[in-house]
């Protein structure tokens, strides 16, 4: 519940072999994440905003996510096309979530099974209400949902549906 919160007053610097490390572990773990591990996107994506200034408690959250890892190295990615020729799309927005205010969008695409393309970023635009900042995640979306679909049309396939999902009701 704390991932976007960072006491940068209380919370002391790392010396520079310690932040150093930081740095290092940090872009390994984004490269496992990136390859097999996304459901570990947002922190990994949150801490890559911290390389330059990390301070004591971003280093105890690389530490969980680290152990996260550890005990969890039985999950696999595992990914599947189904014989329906759909795109669908999953867009997500958490509102007001950066000590800024900024909202934070999530979205996976899929063909069937697993996440074939995954994102998880920090909006550059405040929104003023959980509905604004769904419809914000949506319209950041929309030109990589429509390149998506023509990028695989080009390839010679056939897409019956292209589907976006969203979760708020307003």
């Known amino acids: 519940p704390n991932l976007f919160h960072t006491k940068t007053s209380t919370s002391k610097l790392l010396d520079d072999k310690r932040k150093e490390n930081f740095h290092s572990v940090t872009a390994k773990v984004m490269y496992i ?10 922190g ?14 971003d280093w105890k959250k690389l530490n969980r996510i680290m152990s996260y890892l550890n005990t969890t190295k039985e999950i ?19 509102f007001g979530s950066h ?31 959980s509905t604004e900042a769904e419809l914000i995640s949506i319209d950041d979306k929309i030109s990589k949902i429509i390149w998506m679909r023509k990028f695989i049309e080009a390839q010679g396939f056939e897409i019956d549906l292209n ?8």
């Open 33 to 42: 994440m990136k390859r097999a591990r996304p459901d570990i996107l947002m």
């Open 44 to 57: 990994i994506s949150f801490l890559s905003t911290r390389v330059l200034n990390p301070n004591e408690e």
């Open 76 to 94: 696999v990615l595992c990914m599947e096309a189904d014989n329906e020729q759909k795109l669908q799309w999953y867009v997500d927005a958490s």
């Open 99 to 129: 000590k800024d205010m900024k909202s934070h969008t999530g979205s996976m695409f899929t063909l069937g099974k697993g996440a074939i393309w995954n994102e998880s970023t920090k909006q550059k635009v405040n929104a003023r209400s």
């Open 163 to 170: 589907i976006l999902y969203q979760d708020n009701m307003s």
